[in-house]
């Protein structure tokens, strides 16, 4: 825990994920994810567990097991 910092969630996080599952089909954990990456300055995530949307928000999302 001493390595990682936690990222908080504001509204605007909130608002962009409702738009990725809405407009996407993103489940809202995942979108919420995404939003917070983006909002953060994170520019790549890794992870197995989304679909074909390669650039969320501007958060590059690579699959490390394809």
């Known amino acids: 825990a001493q390595l990682c910092r936690v ?3 504001s509204e605007r996080a ?3 994920a ?3 599952v809405d407009q996407h089909q ?3 954990w995942d979108a919420l994810i995404v939003a917070v990456c983006a909002e953060h300055g994170i520019r790549t995530l ?3 567990d989304l ?3 390669k650039r969320p928000l501007g958060v590059q ?3 490390p097991f394809a």
């Open 61 to 63: 999302v690579i699959n």
């Open 26 to 28: 993103y489940q809202m």
């Open 46 to 48: 890794y992870t197995e």
């Open 51 to 53: 679909g074909s949307l």
């Open 14 to 16: 909130y608002a962009q």
């Open 7 to 9: 990222l908080g969630a």
């Open 18 to 20: 409702w738009q990725l």
